[in-house]
Structure formats: structure tokens, C-alpha cells
């Protein structure tokens, strides 16, 4: 499929010299805008997307011709009304719908970079997006927000351009990635280097494609997304269009023909190479590292108001992880709001048509335009 | 590696219908004992073991040269003690260890079984282990023991043979595979299916090894095992024998490198396919459904004294399913025992050297010999 007539770009001439030491330039960033930018241009919200997300916030999505991935939330009259606000959202560097990533060719060689591109940080992926704000006149933001992968591009942003945004909402995440979230996404990587089509990363120019182990890291990252009682609830020990078990190897359980689904129509709209440099940028992430530990260090600066959000079944990046930015905030008497959200549909409930949760968004954002 | 020279085996000559309808016979159980059956023959325990575990308890286990499964709990003066008790212990049929399983061949054709093998059931397995107790001529066994899976197999046990065990420990277990259960295991089992050298099963006879997918089969099936707080206690964000991120796909941090040594030396001692039979067991097992749904029908027959054990940080099989089984036995007026121990260290805290559960072990089991 040809992607590149769905995709809005804007090329970043300036150098960016990322965390690895390397320095790259001229390179795309393709993003989407909802809504308008007003003419004090003070209306702006920056979104930034999750793990496997991308610049579709919501409507249809041109590529995958589904809703978009935060429909629930941003539109017209929605949690982040596009009636009012000026939303932008960019697919991250290393990533697979239009920003530079390992699916482009190196420009030193000629040759699809695969593995040898860069390896990228969060702090590199926000820093390629402040060219956004330049490109469209923005002094400041009124808001910057995201769940999860996107929370963490939330608290490096305001960390790196602490009087760029009037308000801040990181969203299910946290300021550094545990043990198990780095032993989980080491789990994909494993299951997609393991497969034989991945060829060391050259799959693009030797014509394979490893979508069986991409395949199987979709469905780890999967289970991780939803809660166990919220899996109990959905699927519990329901048979998959059968009357009872088969005593074989296909799909029995309902559970099993999801994730097989699942992991099947992803691989349609993602790059294997985007995964690994993704989830590594993840694995990196340890904002208080880059303060000598001290995470209050990476807000001292800013006088921005924040509003953190957490679910109380998300166990990739729980309430705690969430509330230790909390902490961390009213240590330097930041000001800062916080509301954790009733769901058992776990992390994905950020995702999800979840009334209290974008009521409480909504609520935060309009009284906060209005001051 | 030749490891038939370790095993000792029992020949089932008696038929057994297994819950596909299909019937062997003549088939090899691998098993192992320690301590001595008395001239009663009332100290004998049953001990079952888990997905991946084995006969060999404990001690030097002939095969990995390493320490066997449950070497903490298991020996002279432990708390299941062979200085006083008896115990057996078989390899599931499905296994790797030399009792039946996919990698045997098939007496029909003579070719390996690989997919061919039947789909067995926890049933099944206990069914075919109950042959023991004809073997060494025990009535009653003393007690039943496992966890994990094990405790699964000890569930079923009692209510197949209601007056055959005197004491029944069920250990970090569930009396049915839950939504996320069977999720993680197709999650493994498609880790190992998508490895082109798995060869739709029959990778021993086209002499390949599908062990990257099995590999990955394990990580995934580790990280379940370890709790989000122990992980992070015994890891965090340590680096691996580097002094900074190196920007690259090698084992930065230690959680890393221990994932990838955990499915390395995994693949050295299991059998891919045996990893999809058992799981798939596993999947199945659904005690209450074998009742109309009713978990207390599984042990109305029985006079049996119970004594149940969950662990607070095993989010794999949670104190709660645990309870499940105490709640029917209660609602049927059971003897029934329950202790919950205060662990970090996830479902694997069963296999672990905590004293608090040693004891309580060793006290239940000590106490019910003596009355």
C-alpha cells in the first residue's frame, strides 16, 4: 500500500544532534492537525501517541481505515474539543507512518537504514517536535498531554521547554520504565528478532517480512494492555464458535481467536524495525537520571499547572508509578492535579469511552482555557 | 544427550481412555522417589510437578547437573521430610523427561508423534500417574502435593480418587485456567509455532530445533512467574557490565541479559512440542466444569484433610483463586486449612527457600502423620 499520499510532512532542515552522539537533519516528521489555530494562537494542544500509535488522533485513519486511536477523546464538543482547541500530533522519529525512522534510507549509502539507524531516546523523539511549534508560529502550548508511551514525551517536553506549555497532562505512565516493563518489551524484541524473516534487520531490502514475530510481540504487549479481571469479564473460559473443546491446537477459547486477531492486523500496519527502536526508546526513558535522581529537578523550572491521571487496573504503569510524579511535583510545590480513574479495563483504559476519565480531562482543560 | 540411562521407568500395559477418546497402553511413566516406603506403607506423598518441571525433586538432577525443582522443600529433615516420608514423583505424560509424550514415536506408524501426539487432559495425567500407587502397592497415600500446575494435578487427584489421600496440599494454584491464563500460554504457544524450524511439529524427524521460539515461549512465561516488586528490587534499571547505555539492541540492563540466559538454557532441557501439549492442558482445566459447575461436587466424596497455600505477589495464580477452592471446600464442610504468605517474590515463591511457607509445610504435614 502506498501510504505517502495519506501523510502530511514537514521537513526538519535544522541539525538535531540526538543522545547517541549522532546528528541527524533534513528529515520528515509527518503529523496531522484537528481543529484551528486561533489568532493569538494560544488554542494549541500537542498529543503525542503511544507505543504503536500514530499522528490519526481520531476520525477515520486513511491507512488502516479505522477510527482513529483517540476518537474517544478529541473531536468536536469531546474531552479535547477540536471546536475550540488546535490539536497536533506527530508520528515519533523511529517510527512507521511518514517521521524519519529505520524503514527510510540512510542518506550516506542510499540504503534502507534498518539497524543502522540510530537508536533514539524519548528526549530525541520530543526534540524533533518542537519543530512543530516553530513551523506553526506557537510561543506556547495550552496544553501537551498522552497516555502511556505518550506521557512520557508529556513529562520530557515540559522538562526540556519548561515555558512552552500553559498546562500538562501526562496520562498512565510513568517517569521511568521498571524492571518489568523493560523485561517486557525485551519479550517482543526477542520474539521478533527470533524470527528467521527479520534477516538481522535487512528484511525490507531482501524482500521478507517478519510478521510472525511481530505478530507474537503484539500479543505480549496485548495481554499487558488489559487487566486479568477485565479479560475475566470480556472473555472468561468462552468457547470460540464451538459447542466444546476440540482437543487440538486451533483457537478453543475466545481469548485465543482475539489475540491471534490481534496480532494478525497489526502486522499490517507496522514496521518490525519501528518496534525494536520504539520499545527501546521506552526502555531508556529514566527522567530523574537525567537530574542526578532527583525527578522534581526536571520540573523546577516550569510554571505550568498539571493534571495527572491514572486507572486503578493498569498494571503496566499503576497508580503508583503515576503518583510518584505527584510527589515528585508537590515536593517543589508545583501545581499539580491528580485523579485516578475506576476501570478494570486496565492501561488500555486511557484508549477507551471511559466517562469519568474524559469527563475529568475535559473538565481540567476548559477551566484551564478559561483562566 | 542421552538421558535414558537416568530414567527409571514403569510400562502402563493397562488401557487408558483419555478425554480426546482416544486409548493408550503400553506406555512408559518416568519416575523418581526419595526417602523409603515404611512396612505400612502410609507415609507415601505424591509430589506433582509444574509445566516445566520433572521428576527429579530434588537433589543433583542427572540431566541439567543442577539442583531439582523443589530442593527447598523436599529432603532429609525439610519439610516434606524423606527421613519420614516417601515420596514419588512422575513426569506428566506429555512431558520430556521420559514418560509419554510427543516426542516418542508412534506405535501405529513408527514415526515421532510431534503434532500426532493426543491432547491430554490434567485428567489424563493424574490418571495415568495413579498407576503408581499400584506399582509400589500403596492404598492411601499420606498426602498429595504440587504447585503451579501441580496443584491443579493434586485438585483433580482427590476428586478422581476420593479415599486414596489422606492429606491434600494444593499450592499457588487455581481450580480454572482464567482469561489471562490462557492468553500467556497462547502466547507461548505461538511463540514456538512461529519459529520456522518448528515444522508444523515435526522438527525432530526434519532434524531442526525451534528453540528461538521456544526461547521466547519462556521469557514470556518468566516474567509471569516473578512479581512487578521483585523484579524491580532484584533489578530495577541495573546495567549490564557497562558503565552507560550503549545505543544499541545488546542486553543493556541486567533484566534483559537474565531473560535471555532464563530461554537459553530452557531450550537445552524441554521440548517445544511438550511445551504445547502441557499448556494446552493447562488451558483446559476446569475442575467445576467436570460438576455443572458446581467446584464443591469435586470434593464431596472425599474425608481428606486440605491444606491450601497462596502467595500475596503471585498475580499468576492469585490468593483469590486460591480461596475459591478453601470457599468450596468450606461450603461443603470440608477439614480445611489456609495460609496466605507474605512474598516479593511472585508465583515462583513456591520453589523458593521462604521460611515462613517451608514451615507451614512441614507443620501441616508433621502434625497429620502424627493424628
Known amino acids: 500500500m502506498n501510504i505517502e499520499k495519506h501523510l502530511k510532512k514537514l521537513i526538519i532542515k535544522k541539525p538535531l544532534k540526538l543522545d547517541c552522539g549522532k546528528t541527524i537533519k533534513d528529515f520528515p516528521i509527518a503529523y496531522e492537525t484537528y481543529g484551528s489555530l486561533n489568532s ?70 542510499n540504503k534502507v537504514f534498518g539497524k543502522n ?38 513529562l520530557q517536553f515540559i522538562s526540556n521547554f519548561p515555558d512552552k506549555c500553559k498546562t500538562v497532562i501526562p496520562i498512565a505512565t510513568t517517569s521511568s ?44 504487549a496485548h495481554i499487558t494492555y488489559l487487566s486479568k479481571k477485565g479479560l475475566q469479564e470480556k472473555f472468561g473460559r468462552k468457547l470460540q464458535e464451538r459447542e466444546d473443546l476440540k482437543f487440538g491446537f486451533d483457537a478453543d477459547f475466545q481469548i485465543e481467536s482475539y489475540l491471534r486477531y490481534q496480532g494478525s492486523v497489526f502486522v499490517d500496519r507496522f514496521d518490525a524495525n519501528s518496534y525494536l527502536y520504539i ?10 537520571r ?46 499539580v492535579g491528580f485523579v485516578e480513574i475506576e476501570s478494570d479495563k486496565g492501561h488500555d483504559s486511557f484508549l477507551l469511552d471511559i466517562p469519568e476519565f474524559l469527563n475529568a480531562l475535559k473538565n481540567f482543560l476548559d477551566k484551564s482555557y478559561n483562566n
Open 279 to 288: 520499545t527501546r526508546a521506552m526502555d531508556y526513558f529514566d527522567l530523574a
Open 40 to 109: 493569538k494562537k494560544d488554542n494549541a494542544i500537542l498529543v503525542f501517541h503511544a507505543l504503536t500509535g500514530d499522528q490519526f488522533v481520531t476520525g477515520l485513519n486513511p491507512i488502516t481505515k479505522k477510527e482513529g486511536w483517540w476518537s474517544y477523546a478529541v473531536g468536536p464538543d469531546k474531552a479535547i474539543d477540536t471546536n475550540k482547541y488546535f490539536v497536533i500530533c506527530s508520528n515519533v522519529i523511529g517510527g512507521c507512518m511518514g517521521s524519519y525512522g529505520p524503514s527510510h534510507k540512510d542518506p550516506e549509502n
Open 290 to 335: 537525567q537530574f542526578k535522581g532527583s525527578l522534581s529537578g526536571a520540573f523546577k523550572k516550569t510554571k505550568a499547572k498539571f493534571f495527572i491521571i491514572s486507572f486503578t487496573s493498569d498494571w503496566l504503569y499503576p497508580t503508583q508509578e503515576n503518583k510518584d510524579i505527584v510527589i515528585a511535583l508537590n515536593s517543589i510545590g508545583a501545581d
Open 177 to 220: 520504565h521498571s524492571a518489568q516493563n523493560i523485561a517486557l518489551n525485551e519479550l517482543g524484541r526477542q520474539a521478533i528478532t527470533a524470527d528467521t524473516n527479520w534477516k538481522d534487520g535487512n528484511y525490507i531490502s531482501e524482500k521478507t517480512n517478519p510478521a510472525k514475530g511481530l505478530a507474537v510481540a503484539r500479543m505480549a
Open 117 to 154: 539507524f540510530p537508536v533514539i531516546t524519548i528526549n530525541d523523539i520530543v526534540n524533533a517536535q518542537y519543530n512543530l511549534l516553530e513551523h506553526f508560529g506557537i510561543d506556547k502550548l495550552f496544553s501537551i498531554t498522552g497516555g502511556s508511551m505518550g506521557g512520557m514525551q508529556v
